[in-house]
């Protein structure tokens, strides 16, 4: 493969001197390695043009291809590759013998981003928590039903249980309705199905075109509040989370008994609050903007 003078240094720095990258205007993100660069480098190298546009736009890359990304030849590639898919990392299209980026690696990728979640969560939930006095949580999505990975507790004797490593449904809480903003009314069908929802609580939703309606309420107010719909006499409000592509990755939420929590003013005032702290969190995650998802949401509402 030809270099021109639009490459610069790659990506793998002073240990491979001969190495260099080149972007081919809206195409190809291409890392070239010095063949005298150690196994692990040009592993490296070889996941990286893996993730490249040229790879996506051909459903994934060849042999031969890679060993001219990567400045190998086509034995050491193959057996790289090997190795690679050995472990998961990459998988071989049994049809075009290409190869793509293996789902072991996507789900390192997310096991590193759900711990980066948390570990931005403590400090802002402690925040949160002492400036209202109670329990925050940390959710996030699974199907139908809210999954709680972080709690921090509040320093009273009567508060909401710590609910980690449990689930609620989505459809009757706080945290559930700030996780499904993004979801359109077909979206939520495909989801809860066209049955009636259980009541958990006097004031839940009663079925999708009901909770429709309320998530389309949150969304404008960019937190949710929900009412005795989980459970009689509990209140509580949420915000979401964005990750640096704009989608909803997690959602903070407060709950406690409506006798303490329960004015229609307090609990907005929780809700805002709660939001603050949402758009710190999307921010240090990267997050820049609601991304199509969130444009073609305004669009529809």
Known sequence: MAVNGSCYNSVLGSRASGALACVSPGLLFATVVDARVDNVSRAVATLIALGSDETLGHGGLGVVRLAELTGGDKGQVSRLLATLAEYGLVERD??????????QLFALAA???????????KPLLARLVDQLGERANLSVLRGTEVLTVFSHPAPRSVQTVGWVGRTVPAYCTSSGRALLFDHRLPDLLALFGTQSLVAFGPNSPRDVDGLYRRIVASRGRGFSVVTEEFEPGLVAAAAPVRDFRGRICAAVNVSAPKFRLGGA??????GRAIKDVTDEFSALLGEVG?????????RET
Request: glycine share 16%; proline share 3%; charged share 25%.
């Open 94 to 103: 049994l049809e075009t013998k290409n190869y793509r980026l293996g789902w």
């Open 111 to 121: 096991r590193g981003g759900d711990q980066r979640l948390l570990g931005l969560a």
């Open 265 to 270: 003013r307090r609990l907005a005032a929780v």
């Open 290 to 298: 609601h991304g199509p998802a969130g444009a073609a949401i305004d």
